[in-house]
């Protein structure tokens, strides 16, 4: 090898080391961001099924029997109206749809 192929090798590997190392880099935010994606969709699946819990939990107009109006005791002295109107502040299942 004479000196020009000798300085072009030289020259050649530099870079290619260089390469290297910026696919190293490239390589590691990858798998950062593979694992901050992988973090990211768990949550997201955990936030997901929380709202599923949640809804299940919900309450709606058609859930109550609002039919029955009053409230007594057994010996029947103490009868009285029930207030329903905080049912009516409840969401309607129609209302969702």
Same mark, same amino acid.
Do not use: H
């Given at each position: 090898?004479? #000196?020009?192929? =000798?300085?072009? *090798?030289? %020259? /050649? ?10 696919? =190293?880099? %490239? ?11 992988? #973090? %990211?969709?768990?949550? *997201? ?8 819990? &949640? !809804?299940?939990?919900? &309450? $709606? ?6 039919? +029955? $109006?009053?409230? +007594? ?5 103490? +009868?009285? /109206?029930?207030?329903? =109107? !905080? $049912?009516?502040?409840?969401? =309607? %299942?129609?209302?969702?749809?």
């Amino acid at each position: 090898m004479n #000196i020009t192929e =000798s300085i072009k *090798f030289d %020259k /050649l590997k530099e870079e290619n080391e260089e390469l290297k190392n910026k696919i =190293s880099e %490239k390589d590691k935010e990858i798998e950062f961001l593979k694992n901050n994606w992988i #973090i %990211k969709r768990d949550n *997201f699946i955990e936030l997901e099924d929380e709202i599923v819990k &949640l !809804k299940q939990q919900q &309450l $709606y107009k058609e859930d109550f029997d609002l039919t +029955c $109006y009053a409230e +007594c005791n057994c010996d029947g002295e103490g +009868c009285g /109206l029930i207030d329903n =109107s !905080k $049912y009516e502040l409840l969401p =309607s %299942k129609e209302e969702l749809k």
